[in-house]
């Protein structure tokens, strides 16, 4: 029996449950696609709420973000815009690794709606279990758009990150992806607690440009 990402998740991300008050039960569902090897991720994260896209082969994963219409920055290239604005930039890479340390807490500052507790909690990677002989891993590579529950303000640019599965059951994963209004690479586990996921039509397009300039403009 060969199995399958697709089921119902209970999640864990202590940045959202201790970073905020009244954080409800967080939750993901992961579906297919008619895109073999493509799937699709609804969530509820209590202060955000979206859609994933996922896929093991991060090319396979662009050329259908394009195929929906999405602009992405290729990782083997750019553009002669994005060329030049390298050079031009070129020295400032220092701040820029500067800037970066800093730009999780930026971000973290845009949430509104919800009540962040007086003291920042540290960060908490989740607990990894020890891998057990032959055990494997299995990464795929994230999208992610949401909206924000609180004044319900969408971020249609899509967000990057990674999830991994280990062992064959593919039970449980640990992931990390950039959250508006959280931080960049914010960790998360997810446990599956059901092999049926529950039923919900939200898409991809329905957190896109579009949606935003229709919603806002």
């Given at each position: 029996?060969?199995?399958?990402?697709?089921?119902?998740?209970?999640?864990?991300?202590?940045?959202?449950?201790?970073?905020?008050?009244?954080?409800?039960?967080?939750?993901?569902?992961?579906?297919?696609?008619?895109?073999?090897?493509?799937?699709?991720?609804?969530?509820?994260?209590?202060?955000?709420?979206?859609?994933?896209?996922?896929?093991?082969?991060?090319?396979?994963?662009?050329?259908?973000?394009?195929?929906?219409?999405?602009?992405?920055?290729?990782?083997?290239?750019?553009?002669?815009?994005?060329?030049?604005?390298?050079?031009?930039?070129?020295?400032?890479?220092?701040?820029?690794?500067?800037?970066?340390?800093s730009g999780d807490a930026d971000r973290?500052?845009?949430?509104r709606g919800r009540k962040r507790k007086?003291?920042?909690?540290?960060?908490?990677?989740?607990?990894?279990?020890?891998?057990?002989?032959?055990?494997?891993?299995?990464?795929?590579?994230?999208?992610?758009?949401?909206?924000?529950?609180?004044?319900?303000?969408?971020?249609p640019e899509p967000e990057d990150g990674?999830?991994?599965?280990?062992?064959?059951?593919?039970?449980?994963?640990?992931?990390?992806?950039?959250?508006?209004?959280?931080?960049?690479?914010?960790?998360?586990?997810?446990?599956?607690?059901?092999?049926?996921?529950?039923?919900?039509?939200?898409?991809?397009?329905?957190?896109?440009?579009?949606?935003?300039?229709?919603?806002?403009?």
């Amino acid at each position: 029996m060969t199995c399958s990402p697709v089921g119902h998740y209970i999640v864990d991300c202590q940045e959202i449950e201790q970073g905020w008050d009244n954080v409800k039960d967080l939750t993901l569902d992961i579906n297919e696609t008619d895109q073999d090897g493509i799937f699709r991720v609804v969530f509820d994260f209590s202060i955000l709420v979206g859609v994933m896209l996922i896929c093991t082969d991060k090319g396979k994963l662009n050329a259908h973000l394009s195929y929906l219409g999405d602009e992405y920055e290729s990782d083997e290239g750019g553009t002669e815009e994005s060329d030049s604005d390298e050079k031009e930039h070129a020295e400032d890479d220092d701040e820029g690794e500067i800037d970066d340390m800093s730009g999780d807490a930026d971000r973290g500052s845009g949430t509104r709606g919800r009540k962040r507790k007086s003291q920042a909690s540290p960060r908490h990677e989740p607990r990894k279990k020890s891998r057990t002989d032959g055990a494997q891993e299995l990464q795929y590579f994230i999208k992610f758009r949401c909206r924000e529950t609180g004044e319900g303000e969408l971020y249609p640019e899509p967000e990057d990150g990674t999830l991994r599965y280990e062992g064959k059951r593919m039970a449980a994963f640990l992931g990390k992806v950039d959250m508006p209004c959280v931080g960049g690479q914010i960790p998360f586990a997810a446990r599956k607690i059901s092999n049926v996921a529950k039923p919900n039509r939200k898409s991809w397009a329905d957190y896109s440009d579009s949606e935003y300039e229709y919603v806002y403009v």
